[in-house]
């Protein structure tokens, strides 16, 4: 029998809560001259508490399929419900309020702003979604303290490693408390040991608060850390990882 972690510890299917639900969503890239289909009819469903890696070639659309369940990016057909909202059909500013309070993003090349400090960067999504400053700052250092960098709380980017900078990364999409975490390719520009730090930590934050991390890798480490992969190819889904899922509960 498949052993699978469970999201908040449950033991059946239908115990797990969807916080993300893609029904036949297709995205199109038009260039002027060629259309590109980069999401052919995909459909999917994660879990709360859950963490997924989305895993793929080069051009199969992981990171497009993160950037439109995320709302970052529009589809061209299909719908996508995150916890419950259908995000393409909320006015701009209410769903950008709602990404700022119910989503954290992680990126490979960090996106740390290099003349703020450690601490500024990470309480800067609070300021962003109307926390006061005393709020903010207090939220930003409880969230250092949980990646571990109290002590680099004064320093720039510049002033710290590549693992330090994708912690201070994490902080920042942590500190508004989101119910969802969206990471891609997290540990692209770290080395070996680092990235298995970082996952260390994700995974840790994942188990203690029950936050949801759905992690764009080409790395089959990375994905063997997390609770189940999804695997694309040619902007489609070709295994979703559920049938493990299925598996481990049925007991079959």
Same mark, same amino acid.
């Given at each position: 029998m498949a052993t699978v972690l469970h999201p908040l510890g449950s033991t059946s299917e239908r115990e797990r809560v969807p916080i993300v639900e893609a029904t036949g969503v297709v995205k199109v890239y038009d260039t002027g001259r060629v259309k590109v289909p980069a999401l052919r009819g995909v459909s999917l469903t994660v879990y709360r508490g859950e963490m997924v890696a989305v895993m793929g070639p080069s051009g199969s659309?992981?990171?497009?399929?993160? %950037?439109?369940?995320?709302?970052?990016?529009?589809?061209?057909? &299909?719908r996508i419900l995150i916890a419950g909202k259908e995000l393409a059909k909320l006015p701009d500013?209410? #769903?950008?309020?709602?990404?700022?309070?119910?989503?954290?993003?992680?990126?490979? +090349?960090? !996106? @740390?702003?290099?003349?703020?400090? $450690?601490?500024?960067?990470?309480? @800067?999504?609070?300021?962003?979604? &109307?926390?006061?400053?005393?709020?903010?700052?207090?939220?930003?250092?409880?969230?250092?303290?949980?990646?571990? +960098?109290?002590?680099?709380? &004064?320093?720039?980017?510049?002033?710290?490693?590549?693992?330090?900078?994708?912690?201070? $990364?994490?902080?920042?999409? @942590?500190v508004n408390q989101p119910d969802i975490i969206w990471a891609d390719e997290p540990t692209g520009n770290l080395d070996t040991e680092t990235a298995d730090e970082v996952m260390?930590?994700? #995974?840790?934050? !994942?188990?203690? %608060?029950?936050?949801?991390?759905?992690?764009v890798t080409h790395d089959p480490r990375i994905g063997a850390m997390c609770d189940r992969i999804i695997h694309m190819r040619d902007g489609i889904i070709i295994d979703d990882g559920l049938v493990q899922l299925q598996v481990a509960d049925g007991g079959e």
């Open positions: 659309g992981k990171t497009t399929l993160l %950037n439109c369940l995320s709302g970052l990016d529009t589809i061209d057909e &299909g500013d209410v #769903r950008s309020g709602f990404r700022a309070r119910h989503m954290g993003f992680v990126f490979q +090349l960090f !996106n @740390l702003i290099p003349v703020l400090t $450690a601490l500024e960067n990470v309480e @800067l999504p609070a300021l962003l979604a &109307g926390a006061r400053p005393s709020e903010a700052r207090r939220r930003a250092m409880q969230v250092l303290e949980q990646v571990g +960098l109290v002590d680099r709380a &004064g320093h720039k980017p510049a002033e710290l490693s590549g693992g330090q900078q994708q912690r201070v $990364a994490i902080a920042r999409a @942590l260390a930590l994700m #995974r840790r934050l !994942n188990q203690e %608060n029950g936050q949801t991390f759905v992690i």
